[in-house]
């Protein structure tokens, strides 16, 4: 439970485990994964199950119920231990539940952490789902879960998504990298505006408000996924995540994934002291320190690569995309013989191909980096300010 002076909110899981809802007998389908749990860290299917709602199969996302398969790696389907029910992958050799899937379901229930960044593809399964229950007539129910990098709005972070360009699985439809919403909104967002009209019903976090983050309701991070282990992880994530289309390591292989970028031919020092004498223009209370780290997976493998570890002494003014996108350009600038950018092969993707450009959401962003570095600042601001997205998104918000 949270300590002092902490506070007390209660999840959608949390809310509804507290209820007798007339459908807790039907044949339900439930979408999840390990990191969804009740505020006493109780799986959520567990919890669900020992309630006596009639859970009868399992969905889950990338990187399997279990959260630890490898990132972009395909999961195949498979029985929960912990429950013995039948799990099919969302993430093998179909990314949405068939109507055969379906053909035996009264209703889906979707319950998983979201980490508030748009190419992490927990988001896209549920637009998924949302449109396959919509086909299917099967009535849609989220338990909803607070952003862990905030609501806060005036936060919010693009480029939004060239849905006619850049349309992938780490990004479908338009929206900015860092949305401030929960799924539950963005799913009551793309339910009505994109059409699909599911029966969809969204059962809300007790006392979230927008400006909390993570760490102002828990002391104890659940990992998302093998690179999301801990919260500083998820905060840099949407910006560190850019790292993915170069041939710096994110700190993938590492025990400080997307907090670290480095390779063997990196001048730490010179790239921690240009980027502490910019970011103020940028995004606040973000420090650099030059380290040397060795990852066992990933990028450099087994090699000793000097690097830099970014801090954020206060996440509420910190601009994770713009700081992302700032330490790639000064890597870019002071090492002109050893950057590139690269592909990045996944399950979705397997060419690995356009890469940058599927998680800026817009063309030609290679070109945005060639601005020379004084005016790349400038470019930085257009880039991640965002006009109506809030306005947008206005309707569909649940929480103050």
Known sequence: MPGPFMHNILF???????QEPPWKSKR?????????????F??????????????????S?????DTTGADGHAMDNGIDPQTTLPVTSLYGDKLAPSPSDLADIDLVLFDIPDIGSRFYTYLWTLSYVLEACATCSIPFIITDRPNPLSGNLTLAEGPLLDEAHCSSFIG????????????????????????????????????????????????????????IPAFESALLYPGLCFLEATNCSEGRGTAVPFRVAGAPWLLANDTARLFNTLVPALSGHVYARPIVFTPVEGKYAGKPCNGVMLHVADPSSFLPVATGWLLVKIIKTLHP??????PYPTHVNPTGTKHLDLLSGISDTEMLFET???DFIDVIKQQVTLSDWSM?????????
């Open 172 to 227: 479908r439809w338009s929206i900015p990298v860092r949305h401030s919403c929960t799924l539950g909104e963005l799913a009551r967002y793309f339910n009505r505006s994109r059409g699909i009209n599911c029966q969809l019903e969204v059962i809300p976090c007790v006392d979230w408000h927008r400006n909390l983050y993570y760490t102002d309701w828990s002391h104890s991070f659940v990992p998302l996924s093998p690179a």
């Open 392 to 400: 947008r998104i206005q309707p569909y918000l649940m929480y103050t």
């Open 337 to 342: 013989a050893n950057f590139q950018w690269s």
């Open 61 to 65: 996302p990338e990187h399997g119920l």
């Open 28 to 40: 339900i389908a439930l979408v999840t994964n390990h990191a969804a749990t009740t505020q006493q």
């Open 12 to 18: 959608g899981i949390d809310v509804l485990l507290a």
């Open 42 to 59: 109780i799986p959520s299917r567990l919890a669900l199950k020992q309630q006596g709602f009639n859970i009868v199969k399992l969905f």
């Open 372 to 374: 020379a570095l004084p």
